[in-house]
């Protein structure tokens, strides 16, 4: 399963969380520190970034 990379707003840090594709294509975790998830926003994963040149 790939790790994602996520950051809450709320207390403005960054996490990782695995999941799959299709559910982070609708869906985020919660937030490690407040346990919340309506202010946690994806980020693009390094390892995609790294590993992956599309032009997307
Ligand atoms: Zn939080």
């Known amino acids: 399963m790939p790790t994602y990379e996520f950051f809450c707003n709320r207390c403005e840090k960054a996490f990782s969380a ?17 346990h919340r998830k309506d202010q946690v926003e994806k980020r693009l994963s390094t390892f995609t970034a790294v590993t992956s040149h599309k032009s997307a």
């Open 18 to 34: 695995e999941m799959h594709i299709a559910e982070h294509d609708r869906d985020v975790p919660k937030c490690p520190s407040c």
